[in-house]
């Protein structure tokens, strides 16, 4: 069983749409939790933390729950420019900076 | 500041070649690690260090070796290149969570895209 799961897409969101898609993890004991935001081909770039209240940042909201060790990401009033593959990441108390990454979840935002 | 950079950006190799991928970044982070990315998984952990003269394996790391002599750089050398060596490798860095400062932000270099035939 992989360590972080997610539903690989695509997810086709009409413009102006919400989206939403979960990551679910393994292992207990994960403290620390990121949504990093991968285009086409390029490197991936952090998108958000993920903090135990669920914190908000402009279009993006982002979730935690540990008791069913998931968390989610919803996009509010797409666009175009959310097009790409978003990556759950989380990362052991015991060993800060091996962060484990799921494979993605790809978005398409149409027209 | 440059931030991550990676060299080469494209590189093929035949089976048995050796090279090394150079990392480096002018952040003054204290932690460097390497990943590789594979269609469909995620990114996987190499090696990774936490300063200057301090390695350490992670969770695919036969095959490479690594060295931190300096903060700025990191290389990882492919010692004998076989064909499931074949990769995105992306390198990261941040600072540790001890220097109080954006411990939630891993900076990736563009990556280097490794073909071994």
Not at chain 1, 76 to 99: E, F, I, P, Q
Not at chain 2, 28 to 41: F, L, V
Not at chain 2, 79 to 92: E, G, H, I, R, W
Not at chain 2, 98 to 105: E, F, K, N, Y
């Amino acid at each position: 069983r992989k360590e972080v799961e997610q539903d690989p897409g695509p997810f086709n969101v009409p413009e102006g749409a919400t989206v939403a898609f979960n990551c679910t993890y393994s292992n207990s004991a994960s403290q620390s939790f990121f949504w990093y935001r991968q285009d086409c081909r390029k490197e991936p770039k952090l998108l958000m933390s993920v903090y135990s209240s669920g914190n908000e940042d402009g279009r993006f909201t982002a979730q935690l729950n540990r008791a069913s060790q998931y968390i989610s990401l919803l996009i509010r009033d797409s666009k175009l420019s959310d097009s790409a593959t978003y990556l759950c990441v989380v990362n052991m108390a015991d060993s800060w900076g091996k962060l484990q990454f799921g494979a993605g979840t790809q978005v398409v935002v149409t027209p | 500041n440059a931030g991550v950079t990676q060299t080469p950006k494209f590189q093929v190799l035949k089976t048995g070649q050796s090279m090394t991928l150079q990392c480096a970044q002018d952040m003054n982070h204290e932690y460097m690690s390497w990943y590789r990315q594979d269609p469909g998984m995620g990114l996987r952990l190499i090696h990774y260090s936490v300063g200057a003269g301090i390695t350490d394996q992670g969770e695919v790391p036969n095959g490479y070796n690594v060295s931190r002599s300096t903060t700025e750089d990191f290389p990882l050398r492919l010692l004998s290149a076989a064909p499931s060596q074949t990769s995105v490798y992306f390198c990261a860095s941040s600072y540790s969570p001890a220097s109080g400062g954006g411990r939630d932000t891993q900076y990736f270099g563009p990556g280097t895209r490794l073909t071994v035939l």
